[in-house]
Every structure is written in structure tokens, then in C-alpha cells.
């Protein structure tokens, strides 16, 4: 079955205390994205990736970084977690930049 | 810098009755608009898209319209069922830069 696959999907965690969120597509595609969903601000891109190593920016990068290692795999990583980045997050990828995208189910991040 | 400003943030119709939420995108180079939409504690799904070189496109009761001049385009859904309750997300990729912007959301109640 064609899915994105994100884990965990739920966590409870402290301010500062590192965190990955990891995200595994199974169709081979090229682009991958994350982004972040508050109540009132809808979707917000955090980082993308067009291929393997190429990374860039989205609309709000600060406080998180990725890698993209393998074309399969995007994670998220938090490196000093905040309360700010209390959220739901959410991986998508497609075929390319343009194309439909496809979810995962989420995670909810709370930053004590 | 980018951005996308969709309307109304709440919509509410009589089941049979016709909805319409629109976009307006402020980057001129942007070149593909998708709609997904979200059930309650979902992720987000596709329901239909457009690219900048097609005015409009109907998938059954769904279809969207673009123009290119005003910069906006807008969701149309007809014969609205209760299943069609859900909030919508329109976005817009921008030519060039690989980066999805998003609408804040339409919350979309239909009532029996």
C-alpha cells in the first residue's frame, strides 16, 4: 500500500530535550516536505527536499533541521524543542515539485 | 513575500445548496493550485487540481476555476452532502523555488 509513514504520532516531551520525528514514504518519490498546523494559520511549510541531499527552506525554518539521506526517508529534528513548537506536524511527499501530495497521518508534538 | 489568502474562514449550506471558497495568491510565478481537504482529526487529502495553463476542471461535483490575471481560484462544490463537511486548504506552488503556501483554511458545515 502507498503511504507515508510518521513517527511517533503522538509525544510529550520538555523544553530543550532533542527529538527526531521520522518520515518514510514507500513510492519513490522525489519531493518531501514538512510542515506545521495551528489552529487559524493552516499549513506552513517548514523544510522540503527535491531529491536526495537537496534540502532548502520553507516558510518557517527556525528551531528545526532535516536530512535526506535516502530518498525514502525525511526526518524532522528538533534540536532544543520549545513550547513554540507545540504543533501538529505533518509529512507529504509526490513524485515532484507540482504534483500531488500525499500525507502522513501526523504528529502531535507538545513541548512542556 | 508569498502569500495566500483564502475566504470565507467559516462556511455554512443548506445539503443540496452550492459552496465556493476562494484563493488569491500574491506571487505571480506561481503555477500550480491543489485543494485538499480535512476531516476531523485526518491528514489532509487532495481533492482536485489546477495548473496555471487550464482556466477550469470538474471531478464530478467538485471543480475549480483560475484566473491567472486577478490571481485567484476558487473551489466549487455542488449538491453539498453532509460528508462534504470538513475544512478546505487551498495552496499554491510557485515556479522556480520548490515551496507549497497554503491557505489559513475554510471550515465547511453542511447542515441536513
Known amino acids: 500500500e502507498a503511504q507515508v509513514t510518521q513517527n511517533p504520532r503522538y509525544l510529550i516531551t520538555v523544553t530543550g530535550k532533542k527529538l527526531t520525528v521520522t518520515c518514510s514514504q514507500n513510492?519513490?518519490?522525489?519531493?518531501m516536505s514538512w510542515y506545521r498546523q495551528d489552529p487559524g494559520l493552516g499549513l506552513r511549510q517548514i523544510y522540503y527536499?527535491?531529491?536526495?541531499?537537496?534540502?532548502d527552506k520553507g516558510d518557517v525554518p527556525e528551531g528545526y533541521k532535516v536530512s535526506r539521506k535516502e530518498k525514502r526517508n525525511f526526518p524532522l529534528i528538533l534540536e532544543s524543542p520549545s513550547p513554540n513548537q507545540t504543533s501538529l506536524y505533518f509529512c507529504?511527499?509526490?513524485?515532484?515539485?507540482?504534483?500531488?501530495?500525499?500525507f502522513g497521518d501526523g504528529t502531535r508534538l507538545s513541548i512542556l | 513575500g508569498e502569500n495566500v489568502e483564502q475566504h470565507p474562514s467559516t462556511l455554512s449550506v443548506q445539503e443540496g445548496d452550492s459552496a465556493v471558497i476562494k484563493c488569491t495568491y500574491s506571487?505571480?510565478?506561481?503555477?500550480?493550485f491543489p485543494w485538499y481537504k480535512q476531516e476531523l482529526g485526518k491528514r489532509p487529502q487532495l481533492i482536485i487540481d489546477?495548473?496555471?495553463?487550464?482556466g477550469e476542471k470538474k471531478d464530478q461535483r467538485i471543480a475549480v476555476t483560475l484566473n491567472k490575471t486577478a490571481k485567484h481560484f476558487s473551489l466549487h462544490i455542488t449538491e453539498t452532502q453532509p460528508e462534504d463537511s470538513a475544512v478546505y486548504f487551498c495552496a499554491a506552488s510557485i515556479q522556480g523555488t520548490y515551496k507549497y503556501i497554503f491557505g489559513t483554511g475554510t471550515r465547511l458545515k453542511v447542515l441536513a
Open positions: 489546477i495548473r496555471s495553463n487550464v
Open positions: 527536499s527535491m531529491n536526495v541531499e537537496v534540502t
Open positions: 513510492m519513490n518519490h522525489e519531493y
Open positions: 507529504a511527499s509526490s513524485p515532484r515539485v507540482g504534483q500531488p501530495q500525499h
Open positions: 506571487d505571480s510565478a506561481s503555477n500550480y
